[in-house]
T-cell receptor, first 115, second 114 residues
Framework: AQSVTQLDSQVPVFEEAPVELRCNYS??????LFWYVQYPNQGLQLLLK??????LVKGINGFEAEFNKSQTSFHLRKPSVHISDTAEYFC?????????????FGGGTRVLVKP | GAGVSQSPSNKVTEKGKDVELRCDPI?????LYWYRQSLGQGLEFLIY????????KSGLPSDRFSAERTGGSVSTLTIQRTQQEDSAVYLC????????????FGEGSWLTVV
């Protein structure tokens, strides 16, 4: 079975400062990796995903993530955050070659951007 | 429609009553998923449909939970004899069949059992 650990449940950060959200996963088989964002009272929206190729993935809203296979990590970064980045962020994996794209999620990281 | 549509957006029901939650996926998406989001448990997978069949229903928490999909489109999640621990946001999502494809989520149905 696979699992996803997001090491920080909450991350306060000042506007225009950088932020890094940590994600580690465990799986006996290869996985695809995703980051989703959930704004207050909304559904989840895909930020970025890693399927193959370059380990540095760029997503929407200036976010990027780097896949590190040896450390089984997929940390999310943004060099300068805005107030509008206040949201909950979820890391997720799905198994390669498994039936369906079932996602296994981490517990989420709440980002609070302060002015 | 343009996105995954869910109804109702909010539902308050009395303990012991049955509820039905509806999901209308993105047109052309053959895969459909139900997830549950609650404070204590985070995001939990419930069931996955490919077309009208459900090859993976491993996440349904008890036999009070069931789901069906008709015409390869609309899906209904039914919770019978609701309990207070069923209170959560129920999220529906859809995707194309190919692995690694983006899964698109609806805004959820917020269920409160009183």
């Amino acid at each position: 079975a696979q699992s996803v650990t997001q090491l920080d449940s909450q991350v306060p950060v000042f506007e225009e400062a950088p932020v890094e959200l940590r994600c580690n996963y465990s799986s006996s088989v290869s996985v695809y990796l995703f980051w989703y964002v959930q704004y207050p009272n909304q559904g989840l929206q895909l930020l970025l995903k890693y399927l193959s190729g370059s380990t540095l993935v760029k997503g929407i809203n200036g976010f990027e993530a780097e896949f590190n296979k040896s450390q089984t990590s997929f940390h999310l970064r943004k060099p300068s955050v805005h107030i509008s980045d206040t949201a909950e962020y979820f890391c997720a994996v799905s198994l390669i070659k498994a039936a369906g794209n079932k996602l296994t999620f981490g517990g989420g990281t709440r980002v609070l951007v302060k002015p | 429609g343009a996105g995954v549509s869910q109804s109702p957006s909010n539902k308050v029901t009395e303990k012991g009553k049955d509820v039905e939650l509806r999901c209308d996926p993105i047109s052309g998406h053959t895969a459909l998923y139900w997830y549950r989001q609650s404070l204590g448990q985070g995001l939990e997978f419930l069931i996955y449909f490919q077309g009208n069949s459900a090859p993976d229903k491993s996440g349904l928490p008890s036999d009070r939970f069931s789901a069906e999909r008709t015409g390869g489109s609309v899906s209904t999640l039914t919770i019978q004899r609701t309990q207070q621990e069923d209170s959560a946001v129920y999220l529906c999502a859809s995707s194309l069949k190919l692995e690694g494809n983006t899964i698109y989520f609806g805004e959820g149905s917020w269920l409160t059992v009183v």
